[in-house]
């Protein structure tokens, strides 16, 4: 018959589809993340740096010094954040319009994670890298995150997958923060780590260095990882050093159980540097906010 359109065929009306759906979950994201003031990733080159107890601990500093905080767990095949925010066993609700609602955690912390969608904590998550993409892009857009002054996003080890959809899907990422511990070994992976946000252009706000040192009790401090290479390694490669967070035992006991320990153990070496990290990162954020408003 002439003039009869040719049919589509279906693999190739999927393919649009699903393109279509991508699109328009960019879109929600980028409403979504208009509500957020800071977005800021949390990096690490290696993994059993602490990288998640960094996460959960600033996350809790910030909102304990009066910032609305969110925390996002975009390590899809080793969600940790669920149990070092004490929200292991609760669910992420859905909405009539698919809107994903966020578990609250102690201190007001909102809280997403795949870890929070799974039937049980030992269910492991099988999927290839394609898949992890899409569960990253569906919780940006769907998330109801509403007003936040931080949103962190929590990411496994690495430069991969995961690394480069955030930087891709959050236009205007604030920086990242890079987490080290003190030796030599981990100066190397750190070393990508940096190189990956400057060739990706994302803004390094600063390297923290966790498990710096133990404090005895009569005072003496013991770096048993190594010293100093947080430190180094921000000053080799220009970036901030935003300082170190030593080694408490009462720490691990204090993430067993989704606690915020400066607030259990506020007095301790560990518990002051945290807030003064979370201190600092509000002031260094907030002068840079306030420069730019003043060229404009």
Known sequence: MSGAKPSVPPEV???????????????????????????????????????SFVTASLAFALSYLGKKVGVLDADIYGPSIPKMMGVMGQHVLATGEGRLIPVTAPLGVKVLSIGLMLPAEDVPVIWRGAMTTSAIREMLAYADWGELDFLLIDLPPGTGDEQL????????LTGAIIVTIPSDVSRIVVAKAINFCKKLNLKILGIIENMSYFVCPDGSRHYIFGEGAGKRIAEEYGVPFLGEIPIDPRISRANDRGEPFFVKYPDTPA????????????????????GKSGKE
Not at 31 to 39: A, D, L, P, V, W
Not at 165 to 172: E, G, P, R, S
């Open 13 to 51: 009306r999927a393919r649009i589809e699903a393109f279509k759906k991508i699109r328009e979950q960019e879109k929600m994201i980028e409403e979504n993340m208009k509500k957020i003031k800071y977005k800021i990733a949390i990096l690490s080159g290696k993994g059993g740096v602490g990288k």
């Open 165 to 172: 959809t955030i930087v891709q899907l959050i236009k205007d």
């Open 271 to 290: 518990a002051k540097a945290v807030i003064e990290l979370a201190k600092s990162l509000i002031r260094q954020l907030e002068e840079e906010n306030s």
